[in-house]
């Protein structure tokens, strides 16, 4: 079966972005290109990812492959420099293996490097702490949380050994840490559930990415 990518315009959002990047995309895997407008039949029935605009988060319906969504940014944004890395937003306690497969395998065809993102909070006896966290406290805590990580990561790791990977653990809410490194990244790639509507972290990050979001179901 031929392997073709769909390119989802809606309407008068910034159509001429998302077709440029399917058409980059599909030449990189060597599929098809297929453009799909509003009101014509979807398509996606035979798609290996599908890309479309990301102007309005919560009008977007997830279809059952890897979704691109594409930002409204100015013409030439930090993404698009040659070289730019794939950021991976990563669960290093139960890691969306799809969405791993996918990150790995799309910073290895474009030869960059890999940057994984887990952000990580304080556990609740945290709360309880009549003081604040100690640095003391905090220091073990996010060691832990970097091993958790690193033990996460070792399977793609022993299998793409030719992918450079970053580890990034960060003490921040998830949509504030991916959208932060966005401004470097050529594409974030995110997994989620099963669900056909974006929760509010994706909400979150489709609002403030400065790159293209890729999601991926489990």
Do not use: K
């Not at 895997?29 to 014509?40: C, E, I, K, T």
């Not at 996010?142 to 003490?171: C, G, I, M, T, Y």
Request: net charge negative; glycine share 6%; with cysteine.
């Amino acid at each position: 079966m031929e392997r073709v990518i769909v390119a989802r315009v809606q309407g008068s959002t910034h159509h001429e972005s998302v077709v440029r990047w399917a058409r980059q995309e599909a030449t990189r895997r060597g599929s098809a290109l297929r453009v799909v407008h509003d009101g014509q039949p979807d398509g996606l029935n035979d798609a290996e990812l599908v890309v479309t605009g990301a102007r309005d988060p919560d009008g977007v319906v997830l279809p059952g492959c890897p979704l691109v969504l594409v930002p409204e940014v100015p013409a030439a944004p930090p993404s698009a420099r040659p070289g730019a890395g794939i950021v991976l937003g990563v669960d290093a306690r139960e890691p969306a293996r799809a969405a791993v497969d996918f990150a790995f395998d799309t910073a290895r065809m474009r030869g960059v490097r890999l940057r994984a993102v887990y952000a990580w909070r304080f556990p609740s006896c945290a709360a309880e702490l009549p003081f604040g966290v100690p640095e003391e406290d905090r220091a073990a805590w996010e060691d832990h949380e970097v091993q958790l990580l690193s033990d996460a990561l070792r399977p793609w790791r022993e299998r793409h050994s030719d992918v450079h990977v970053l580890e990034d653990v960060r003490l921040l809410p998830p949509a504030q840490a991916l959208s932060r490194r966005s401004a470097s990244a050529a594409l974030v790639v995110v997994g989620r559930t099963q669900e056909r509507e974006p929760g509010p972290t994706l909400r979150a990050l489709l609002t403030e990415a400065l790159c293209p979001v890729a999601v991926v179901p489990t």
